[in-house]
């Protein structure tokens, strides 16, 4: 019984090392526990509903992101840079499944670390956010 405990334990910190209990996520340095992260190196697969923190790592001086939360805008939800290099916003979502893009120095892009896109009608791509 001892070692079915220990290894239990094991497992458990493993997950809890690993990063938000295997589910691709990562641990948010910034985010409280009212907070969904999410992260580029999460891979964005599906999040809580809730406020979202939105991440670009890059270069630029001035980012924005535009999508289906916010009718497309370009200049509704500006990201602010924490550090050189790495800019954020918080979006509040509800559930559903997001298309956005990033707006970088008034050109538009997909997420880079993103995987998940969709064609936008257009010959493009849009980066995509699913939110449970």
Do not use: H
Not at 16 to 40: F, H, L, Q, R, V
Not at 85 to 113: A, Q
Request: with cysteine; aromatic share 10%; glycine share 10%.
């Amino acid at each position: 019984m001892i070692l079915q405990e220990r290894l239990l334990l094991l497992v458990a910190l493993a997950l809890i090392t690993s990063g938000c209990a295997g589910t691709g996520y990562e641990a948010a340095p910034s985010a409280t526990d009212s907070e969904t992260y999410a992260s580029p190196k999460a891979g964005y697969e599906e999040v809580s509903e809730g406020p979202i923190l939105l991440r670009y790592e890059g270069r630029g001086s001035e980012v924005y992101v535009s999508g289906e939360f916010n009718n497309w805008s370009s200049s509704a939800d500006p990201m602010r840079e924490v550090e050189p290099g790495v800019f954020e916003t918080e979006i509040e979502l509800k559930s559903g499944t997001y298309r956005y893009m990033f707006i970088v120095d008034g050109s538009w892009i997909t997420d880079p670390e993103n995987p998940e896109t969709v064609p936008d009608g257009r010959g493009g791509r849009n980066s995509v956010l699913r939110v449970r």
